[in-house]
């Protein structure tokens, strides 16, 4: 039957961008998984099975050559270079319950999943910071650059914040978490490796201004979080909205989707904003619902670029190996 398990996704409250840059940043784990499944298998290679097809390893490829893979083939390299296991003979089944960059740190539930499937089946034991560590290590070799936020959020879960102190994640104390989101996915032309190397661009170019900016961010997430410990969820929206604004001006976003921020706040809204590295992926709305009237605009407006609109709410456990199949 082999080992089974899932790593929640992440939503990114506050400071996405800036978090890359050592700035506080604040994100949750949903209650939507990518699962893993691992078991062994008669070849000797090792077969990997994913929501955009399947694929055989003779061998473990350079990252950087392995295509849609690299983020499979990292933790595999990262297994191998730190406990000296050679995954082999193995069979590996990744399901994601969202679409891949949609926003939602689909790589870090990859990673942290995979990470974690592979110690259990060769009954390595670490502790759940470890685990973050690795993966992190594993979606930055993938990547090139990226933040502890998704690594750590999908293996910790809850709320977490970011860089305060600086390179450290660590999980909120809130009890009885009272939030519940409406999160619209909807399709991305740009990557979040793209988007990320844009900011770099822009950074490179205006220094002084982006790092304004980044401080502008950085104030938000403080006001944001002595709302969240204290589970006053219900005062975020504003800041989210001015969070959105400067996302807009670091030119990550695009106009349909300022243009959905606007009409959110136009119609009254508590709080919305892009999560994530922009330019579509996922919109969060700090509301369990949305009007009706309002779902036909974003409807009509997004067309076939609108994947789901749904109501999540915050995982409170974090990565976890349960008794069951993937499919
Ligand atoms: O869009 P996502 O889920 O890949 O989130 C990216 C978040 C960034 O802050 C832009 C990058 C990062 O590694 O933190």
Same mark, same amino acid.
Request: hydrophobic share 25%.
């Given at each position: 039957m082999g080992i089974y398990v899932k790593a929640p996704l992440v939503l990114k409250l506050f400071g996405e961008h800036a978090v890359v840059y050592g700035y506080r940043a604040i994100a949750c784990a949903v209650d939507r998984y990518v699962h893993c499944r691992i078991e062994s298998h008669s070849n000797d290679e090792i077969l990997v099975d994913t929501n955009f097809g399947t694929f055989t390893l003779r061998e473990i490829p350079k990252p950087e050559s392995a295509g849609r893979l690299r983020y499979v083939v990292s933790v595999l390299k990262i297994v191998q270079e730190v406990y000296g296991v050679h995954p082999r003979r193995i069979r590996i089944v990744l399901r994601s319950d969202a679409q891949p960059s949609?926003? $939602?740190g689909t790589s870090a539930g990859v990673v942290s999943s995979l990470m974690y499937g592979l110690l259990q089946y060769y009954n390595i034991s670490v502790t759940v910071h470890e685990l973050a560590e690795l993966a992190y290590r594993a979606e930055l070799m993938a990547q090139g650059r990226a933040s502890r936020m998704d690594t750590y959020t999908s293996t910790l879960g809850g709320v977490t914040l970011i860089n &305060?102190?600086?390179?450290s994640v660590r999980k909120l104390d809130i009890y009885n978490i009272d939030a519940k989101f409406t999160v619209l996915l909807v399709r991305r032309r740009r990557t979040t490796r793209e988007l990320v190397n844009e900011v770099y661009e822009l950074k490179r170019k205006y220094p002084d201004i982006v790092e304004n900016i980044f401080r502008a961010i950085d104030s938000i997430v403080g006001k944001a979080l002595s709302y969240i410990i204290s589970n006053?969820? &219900?005062?975020?929206g504003e800041l989210m909205y001015m969070n959105h604004f400067l996302l807009m001006i670091l030119g990550v976003t695009n106009p349909l989707l300022d243009q959905t921020i606007l009409k959110a706040r136009q119609i009254g809204i508590p709080g919305a904003k892009v999560s994530g590295?922009? &330019?579509?992926?996922a919109v969060l709305f700090l509301s369990e619902q949305l009007p009706e009237d309002f779902k036909r605009w974003l409807q009509e407006s997004w067309?076939? &670029? $609108?994947?789901t609109l749904e109501t999540v709410t915050i995982d409170n456990h974090g990565i976890r190996r349960e008794d069951r199949a993937t499919d």
């Open positions: 949609c926003g $939602l &305060d102190p600086p390179n006053r969820f &219900d005062c975020i590295a922009g &330019d579509g992926g067309r076939n &670029d $609108l994947i």
